[in-house]
């Protein structure tokens, strides 16, 4: 079956470094993506993912492994503004996205 | 407008009375998609539209109809709400179902069926 799967919640300090996991079986893979979400707001897009290996973007950057079905948002010089939930999803072959339930990352002074 | 609108923003509805969503992009994107976000929950496709005049059925379609007439307007219609249609609900959009960028998101509608 399908299935997603994220930690629920994670907290860090300011100015460190987080890394956030994904794992998951889907059927199909066609990309995968990371997306931030504030409270109460729309998701915004962050990386996306299609061949194995590390993308980098600024502070973001996003590695995938396809055979192990596992990609990590990794966050440095954590900003408070940086407090936000960070979902992931993967595009199946049929192009429809799965969404996992997504992070609570928690920064802390 | 710029990007992608929804409207409502937010609304309380008696159970058992219709109400359209309304979701417009002003992008010239070819797909679009309304989701539902519960709490604990991934975001949950209800049905999309690949290209103006086709639309197809997501993961929870069930007490949902769309219609996709032109390129920038994706109305979500729930025909007789119940309850468990209490949510927040996202329409998106995209310049085609296996473009590598981004899919946009609007504001959202929180929807609470009483």
């Known amino acids: 079956g399908q299935n997603i799967d994220q930690p629920t919640e994670m907290t860090a300090t300011e100015g460190a470094i987080v890394q956030i996991n994904c794992t998951y079986q889907?059927?199909?893979?066609?990309?995968l993506f990371w997306y931030q979400q504030h409270a109460g707001e729309a998701p915004t897009f962050l990386s996306y993912?299609?061949l194995d290996g590390l993308e980098e973007k600024g502070r973001f950057s996003s590695f995938l492994s396809r055979s192990k079905g596992y990609s990590y948002l990794l966050l440095k010089e954590l900003q408070m503004k940086d407090s936000a939930s960070y979902l992931c999803?993967?595009?199946?072959?049929?192009?429809?996205?799965?969404w996992g339930a997504g992070t609570k990352l928690i920064i802390k002074p | 407008i710029a990007g992608i609108t929804q409207a409502p923003t937010s609304q309380i509805l008696a159970a058992g009375r219709r109400m359209t969503l309304r979701c417009t992009q002003d992008?010239?994107?070819?797909?679009m998609y309304w989701y539902r976000q519960d709490l604990g929950l991934g975001l949950r496709l209800i049905h999309y539209s690949n290209t103006a005049g086709t639309t197809g059925k997501g993961e929870v379609p069930d007490g949902y109809s769309v219609s996709r007439a032109n390129t920038d307007d994706f109305p979500l219609t729930l025909a007789s709400a119940v309850p468990s249609q209490t949510s927040v609900y996202f329409c998106?959009?995209?310049?085609?179902?296996?473009?590598?960028?981004?899919?946009?998101f609007g504001q959202g509608t929180r929807l609470t069926v009483v």
């Open positions: 993912n299609v």
């Open positions: 999803a993967v595009r199946e072959s049929n192009y429809q996205l799965i």
């Open positions: 889907t059927s199909g893979f066609n990309g």
């Open positions: 998106a959009s995209s310049d085609s179902p296996d473009s590598p960028t981004e899919a946009f």
């Open positions: 992008m010239r994107h070819n797909a």
